[in-house]
């Protein structure tokens, strides 16, 4: 498990632990992990090879993402890293792909392992960012008016967990959302039932939506291609697809329920 830190990977452990398959998990700080039982923790940082020996050793399954480091960067060595995973043992990978692909991405497609890449369009916890503003004035301010059928990210560690212990996913990219698009406004309100109290939704003018990336310390380039995407959405935004249902089963997740269980994080 690589990610196992992350807010997906988490979820991914702890599926796996609690149907009582072995889980090795890759962390940078093996001593913050905090994992759970069951779980064998290893350090090592997927940017540098030489530290990935142990984690990849005698593993039937891995699960990947396609950056590292501290500034999240895009991983160089995806050669090395598959490598080191088909040396191992590993005959399944599931990878949590990323927004544009990545090189780690185009190099399992190439492997011969039964590979599948997790496409999600928008993670529920995205909305994690508004948490400052509706803790200090009740409010979520943005210039996207648009709905997002966003997914919450324990439905996409289901669907890797699916792919990696049972397979039948081999040589997919899955794209996933949640089970609705919603708009700002819609999910404002869905908080607001979460914390018991009214909860509104504020839509930001272009200039305030730059000086609010601005003052979050992103550069002039990225703040342009925010403003680009809040006012002209991908045609994929309000997109629903059965895809979570199809793999794992059951109804993926609404935002309302993860707003009820990261409610805490909004309150004042």
């Known amino acids: 498990m690589t990610g196992a830190t992350g807010t997906v990977g988490r979820h991914l452990v702890r599926g796996l632990a609690e149907r009582g398959h072995p889980v090795r998990a890759l962390t940078r700080r093996p001593d913050r992990a905090d994992l759970g039982p069951g779980v064998e923790v290893v350090g090592g940082d997927l940017t540098d090879a030489a530290t990935l020996q142990e984690a990849f050793t005698g593993v039937d399954a891995v699960h990947l993402i396609t ?5 999240g960067a895009e991983l160089a060595n995806a050669g090395e890293i598959l490598a080191l995973a088909r040396e191992g043992g590993a005959r399944r990978a599931t990878v949590l792909g990323a927004f544009g692909g990545s090189p780690l991405e185009d190099a399992v497609r190439g492997s011969d392992l039964e ?3 997790l496409v999600p369009l928008e993670f529920m916890s995205g909305a994690l960012e508004w948490a400052p503003d509706v803790r200090e004035t009740g409010a979520v301010r943005t210039l996207a ?3 997002s059928a966003a997914v919450h990210e324990a439905d996409i560690a289901a669907v890797a967990l699916t792919a990696l212990t049972e397979g039948g996913q081999g040589g997919r990219d899955l794209v996933l959302t949640g089970p609705q698009a919603l708009t700002p406004a819609e999910r404002a309100r869905d908080l607001g039932d979460a914390l018991g109290r009214e909860v509104a939704w504020v839509r930001l003018t272009e200039e305030q939506e730059r000086e609010r990336l601005r003052a979050q310390g992103f550069p002039e380039d990225y703040v342009e291609f925010g403003i680009a995407l809040a006012t002209d959405p991908p045609g994929t935004a309000g997109r629903v697809l059965p895809t979570v249902e199809e793999v794992t089963g059951r109804p993926a ?12 994080a909004f309150r004042a």
């Open 67 to 71: 950056f590292g480091g501290d500034d």
């Open 115 to 117: 590979w599948t890449v």
């Open 145 to 147: 008016a648009w709905p």
């Open 253 to 264: 997740l609404t935002f309302a329920r993860w707003a009820r269980e990261n409610a805490d």
